[in-house]
């Protein structure tokens, strides 16, 4: 049985230390979205320092037997969600395939890469879950090719109340190694962050798309 609090400060400190995720309220970053944020995530730089690489892989799948049960196979969504599941499939000892953000130009024109076997039960791998939008829109195109999807785990979360309800009207678990509450306890407490940086960092969690205008 795993100790989720535990994870998750862990997690936290381990995302903080790498500066895989970076806290800058006086100098907001602009996502992709356009949105202005006090916080940015890439996940991606866990793969560069082993331990932690071992450590969200050993808790990923720990997280996948505890909370889905019996899976017959792993699916990564495209791309920082590739090598996180790959490394779940490896400990596991399962099959892995990989959702495209949109199908190939060419030939099959396939969405899901590597053999496909729509009777195996499925746990899709992602790195994190903002609104939920990219991780959902994978979530489909396995159920649209015949897999029973079993749930979505991730490392981290923003947390977003709407990421919440789009995973409940899509009747899909979900699940993350830690989150943005746990985040912000852990970088009080350890200094990363003042009590009045904690304060903006709320704020923006209520309000994404237009803090900061």
């Given at each position: 049985?795993?100790?989720?609090?535990?994870?998750?400060?862990?997690?936290?400190?381990?995302?903080?230390?790498?500066?895989?995720?970076?806290?800058?309220?006086d100098n907001p970053f602009t996502w992709a979205s356009g949105?202005?944020?006090?916080?940015?995530?890439?996940?991606?730089?866990?793969?560069?320092?082993?331990?932690?690489?071992?450590?969200?892989?050993?808790?990923?799948?720990?997280?996948?037997?505890?909370?889905?049960?019996?899976?017959?196979?792993?699916a990564g969504v495209a791309t920082a969600?590739?090598?996180?599941?790959?490394?779940?499939a490896q400990e596991l000892g399962l099959p892995f395939i990989y959702v495209r953000s949109k199908p190939k130009d060419h030939g099959?024109?396939?969405?899901?890469?590597?053999e496909i076997s729509p009777e195996k039960r499925v746990v899709v791998i992602e790195d994190l879950i903002s609104t939920g939008k990219s991780s959902l829109q994978a979530v489909d195109a396995l159920r649209a090719a015949g897999y029973e999807v079993a749930g979505l785990a991730a490392i981290f979360s923003y947390g977003f109340?709407?990421?919440?309800?789009?995973?409940?009207?899509?009747?899909c678990k979900f699940f993350t190694l830690s989150n943005y509450n746990a985040l912000l306890k852990y970088a009080e407490e350890n200094n990363y962050i003042s009590a009045q940086d904690t304060e903006i960092l709320r704020k923006w969690r209520v309000s994404p798309s237009t803090w900061g205008q």
């Open positions: 049985m795993f100790n989720k609090s535990e994870i998750e400060q862990q997690v936290a400190e381990f995302l903080l230390q790498i500066k895989a995720i970076k806290l800058q309220p949105w202005k944020s006090p916080i940015y995530c890439d996940n991606r730089v866990t793969l560069s320092h082993p331990t932690i690489r071992t450590y969200i892989r050993q808790n990923l799948s720990l997280v996948i037997q505890e909370e889905f049960g019996a899976v017959g196979c792993i969600g590739i090598p996180q599941g790959v490394l779940v099959t024109g396939s969405m899901i890469e590597g109340d709407h990421a919440t309800e789009n995973f409940k009207e899509a009747k």
